[in-house]
């Protein structure tokens, strides 16, 4: 029987384990448990079940590790293993066999005749609350006066862990496919991570894994931030985006200085401040939370200017952003013939009216918008341009019969406009042309369209950003033919701005 005093130390070696790993600190906790086997391996009467809970930690260390580097999304192998089903080595089913070990020792702790099936359901929400391998007892956890209930508990607690980070895999390998299969969507993948931790935070509640608890909490709670700050900036929500893309800042400072002991935070004269541990996944986020402000403070370009009083001072912030995307759109300006770019949000009545006073309004106030009778816009013209998979560009000529700004402001808004004069208004009347009688072919994946505005002898280049957004680049003459600067401009801008290579960068844990 192992004394009371023998086992505190037990439960504070447990503790500084899931301490380490819950700051990625692998090897530290790896070389702790080798510590702990030789220990016990010099004991006259080793621990049986001890030292195969210390084995399967060693396990969960290397998974934990391989999971927060993102290794596991970018094997060369990947996409052929889930064509032919095969996946055997993937990580998901190392985890796996690890829940199956995990089941063993808790069933061999309560005297179990025979362990549960290890192919049983392994889904986190499917486990039936009777399960008497998933019911957690308030008074055992309370009472843990041997090794082997010490080993039965935290197996139990790992059991539900395993079950979740098996979720959070089939999460991140959904990720790349984000913005290019519609079969994904944001909010599909907010259900499914939100219900992940809401299923652990109910389950996994002992002190000795509270840090491993916490740390997964924070990792879920700033994905779900960011992709709410991703969903509202598609719909041009100001307040919402900014709320959400506060709190996953906040998320991330709290979690950075999880990662940090505490004793390392303090400089003192003379000596340099330790940094922090850090992962793959970590940075990845990171790197997300900076290019949705870099993406905000576009769209929002002129709430956040009339905030600040001058707009040298926004232009000034963005330029220590991640994604510089005001200075490239003034550079481009100036290697073109573009007199004006713009990003337009275009859509449905109720769609205008949720953003047509962009910032925080009072919801008592009602916005009124001008009507006007004459809503009849025709064209008139052909297209000289030719339409192919491989160079997905049209080329229009365009006359308008008859229009008005008034309906350009009745369908849309301007999120973004550079230069910030009103230079681009008289062509405005072509653009809402344009936007009605081209939506099919812009609401097409990386469609560009080169459109001949007759009246004002000009070329509007338009194509889809995201959502109801879409990026007008004027330009001062008339282009027979699409010219490839300004397609591979509006192109990358776009892809940019809809965090598609962050998204695919996910597999690589790209910088």
Known sequence: MTSTTDLEEEKSFVVDCFLHLSRFSHDKLKELTLKEKEKERSKYHANLLWSSFLNLLLTFNDLEKTFYSLVFLGSANFGARLLLGKRDDTLNAR?????????????????????????????????????????????????????????????????????????????????????????VSVDDLLKTISTTLEELLSKVNHPVVEKLRSTYKMECETVVNLLKTQLNLQKCQYLDSLLSLQSASHNLNTWSNMLTPREARRSTFGSNVQKPASSELFDWLNRFKNLLLSKFTLYFFEVLSQQSGSPSEVKTFLAKTFFDFYNRIIAFTKRSDACSILLISSGQLEQVLACKKLG?????????????????VDKVGQNVGIKSPEQPVVVSQVMLKSSSAADFHRNNIVLFAYPHDKSAERHYCHINNMLNTRKQDLDQQDRIIYAIDVKQQCTSVMTKVEGSIYLVVLLNRKYMKPDTHITNFCTSLCTDLRCSKHFTGIKSGAK
């Open 95 to 183: 985890y796996r066999c690890l829940l199956s070990e995990l089941r063993k020792i808790e069933f061999a702790h309560k005297g179990s005749i025979s362990p549960p099936d290890p192919n049983k359901t392994v889904s986190f929400s499917g486990k039936s609350q009777s399960d008497p391998s998933f019911c957690v007892d308030a008074d055992v956890l309370k009472k843990c006066t041997t090794l082997e209930q010490l080993a039965g508990i935290v197996c139990e607690q790992l059991q539900h862990f395993v079950l979740a980070r098996m979720n959070t895999i089939s999460f991140y390998e959904q990720m790349p496919a984000l913005n290019n299969n519609k079969n």
């Open 360 to 376: 925080y309004n009072l919801p008592c106030k009602s916005i009124i918008i001008p009507y006007d009778a004459d809503k009849n």
